[in-house]
């Protein structure tokens, strides 16, 4: 017997679109890994430069 969870919808649920991490403890307990290896994974920095070079 298979139990089909929906795990990407809760794991997008605990995760913050400003790159805090709403509930560590939680995500820390579901994916066996350090907050800073899952922010890591989950959020990443990157810098665009726009037409006039500035960042």
């Known amino acids: 017997m298979f139990v089909l969870i929906p795990t990407e919808i809760i794991v997008n649920r605990l995760l913050d679109r400003k790159g805090k991490l709403l509930y560590p403890d939680k ?29």
């Open 27 to 55: 995500l820390e307990s579901f994916f066996g890994l350090p907050k800073e290896k899952i922010q890591k994974m989950f959020y990443q920095e990157h810098q665009e430069q726009n037409l006039f070079g500035d960042e």
